[in-house]
C-alpha cells in the first residue's frame, strides 16, 4: 500500500551500509568438512567433471553488470505500477458504486479480494521466484497483472470485476517481491543505497500521480480507464525485464521470511495499513462525490494525504534515529487520532481548508507511525532485511483488507441507520436520484448526508486504532533504544544465496 517506498527506503539505508539482504554465508562463513577441499577442486573420481558449487559460499550478491542502471528501470517500472495502482483505484470507488448494481458489501470484495491474494501470496510467491528463477516468474507475473487489469477495465458485473481484482492481486504479489529482490543481484553493497532510494522514489511517484491520473480519467472516461493505464507500464517493464534482468535463483533459501515474526511493532505495523486503508475506503466517495469536490478536484485534494504520509515518514525515520522508534510512532498515532477527530466533523459542504488540514494530520501521523514500526520490526532480524520486508508486506495487505472491511461495515451500519428511505447504500440511492431526474435531487442531498454520518462513525472508530497503536507503542518493548544496536542472529545462516542461474 502507499508506504512501500518507505519501507524500500528504510531497508536501501541498511543494505547501502553493505549489509546483505538475505541471511547467506557471505559474511564469512566458508564451507567446512572434507568437501571444502573437494569444492576447490575437481571432484574425486571424475576428472572430467567440473567442481560443483551447490551449497558452497558464494558473495551476497553478483558482481556490478554494465547494464546494471538500465535494469533499474525495469524495477522501477515495476513499482511505479504498484504505487499507481494504489490510489487510482480508491479513487474509482464512487464511479464504481453508481455505474455496477452491487452492494455495498459486493465493493468492499473487490478492494478485499486484491488486498488478500496480494498479501497471502506474496511470501509463497516469492519463495517461488527465489527458487525457479526471479526472471521469469517475474515476467509470469506482469503478464497475470496485466491480463486482470484488461479484465477489470472490460468487466460487465461486479463478479467479473471480483475475480479480474483477484487476479490483479496475484500478479502484484509476484512482482513486487521479485523486483525487490533482483536490487541486492544487481547492484554491489556500496551501491544498493541508491538503488533502493531509485525504488523508493517510483513508489512515492505512483501514489502521487495516482489521484491525478484517475482524476483526469475519470472526468473524460468511464471508470474502466484507470485500469487500462496499468497496461502500457506492464509492457514497457516486461521488455525491460526481458532484455535487461539476469536470471538468479537463491537455490539454499529453505524460507521466504527468515525469522521474521508476529511482534509488537509489527502489530503496530498493521493498525497502520488499517487505519491508512479503511480511511481511504471511506474518503475517496467523500472527496468525489458526496463532498463540494469531484473528478480532478477530487484527485487534487487527496495529494495533501499522500504528500504528508511521505513527510511524515521521513521525520519519522529521522527521530526516530535520534531517540528510537518509540517517540515517532506514539506521537504520530497520536496526530493521526486527532486528524480523524477533526475529520469525523466534517460535512458536506466543509470548507476545504478544514477537509485538508485534517487530511495532513491523519497523513503526516500515519507516515510517522510506518517508518517508525517499520524500524522497530527489523531491528530483530538486520540480517534478514528482505525476508523482513517480505513478511512485513504480506501482514501490511492482510490488515488493508481489515481496514476495508472495518470501515465499510461501519459506514454501512451508519448510514442504513439514518438513512430511513434513502437506500440500502449510497451507490443504491445516487442511482436512483439520476433515474429520478430533477426529483431527485433531494434524495441525492439525504443519501449524501447519512454517507457523511457513515464515514463519522468509521473516523472515530480509526480514532480508537489509533490509541490502541499509541498504547502497543507506549509500553513494553520495542525496537532497539537511540544509538542502538539490533542483537546480533542467533540462528545459523542458510546455506545458499543469490546468485545467477
Known sequence: MPAVGVAAAHHGAAL???????????????????????????????????PSNEG????????????????????????????LDTTTVFLALPELMTALPASAGQLQGVFVGYLLAFGLLMVPLGALADRFGRR????????????????????????ALLVARVAMGVGAAVVMPTAMAMLPVLFPPEERGRAFAAASAAVSLGLCLGPLVAGALLERYWWGSVFLVDLPIVAVAALLVA????????????AAVGGARLSRPVLVLALVYVLMTGFLFGLTPYLNGVGPAGGFSAGLRLLPLVGALLVGAGLGERIGGRVGPRAPVVAGALLAAAGLALFATTGTATAAARVTLALVAVGAGLGAMLSGAMRAATADNPDDLLGVVRFTTAVRQVAGA????????????????????????????????????????????????????????????????????????????????????????????????????
Open 136 to 159: 521469469r516468474v517475474l515476467l509470469a507475473g506482469l503478464l497475470v497483472l496485466g491480463l486482470g487489469a484488461a479484465g477489470a477495465a472490460l468487466a460487465g458485473s461486479v463478479a
Open 402 to 501: 481489515v481496514g476495508v472491511l472495518l470501515a465499510g461495515t461501519a459506514l454501512t451500519l451508519a448510514y442504513r441507520a439514518g438513512s430511513g428511505v434513502v437506500g440500502a447504500h449510497l451507490g443504491a440511492a445516487l442511482r436512483r436520484a439520476e433515474q429520478a431526474g430533477a426529483a431527485g435531487e433531494e434524495l441525492r442531498a439525504s443519501a449524501r448526508l447519512a454517507y457523511v454520518d457513515g464515514l463519522h462513525a468509521a473516523a472515530l472508530l480509526g480514532v480508537g486504532l489509533a490509541l490502541l497503536a499509541a498504547g502497543l507503542a507506549a509500553t513494553g518493548r520495542f525496537g532497539p533504544p537511540a544509538g542502538g544496536r539490533a542483537p546480533a542472529a542467533r540462528r545459523p545462516a542458510p546455506a545458499g544465496a543469490d546468485q545467477p542461474a
Open 243 to 254: 532484455v535487461l534482468f539476469p536470471e538468479s535463483r537463491s537455490p539454499g533459501r529453505p
Open 56 to 83: 558452497a559460499a558464494v558473495p551476497p550478491s553478483n558482481p556490478p553488470r554494465p547494464q546494471r542502471w538500465w535494469a533499474l528501470a525495469a524495477v522501477v517500472a515495476c513499482l511505479l505500477l504498484i504505487g
Open 16 to 50: 547501502a551500509g553493505g549489509r546483505p539482504p538475505l541471511a547467506g554465508p557471505g559474511r564469512g562463513h566458508r564451507p567446512v568438512g572434507p568437501l571444502s577441499s573437494e569444492r576447490a577442486g575437481r571432484c574425486p573420481g571424475r576428472p572430467d567433471r567440473p
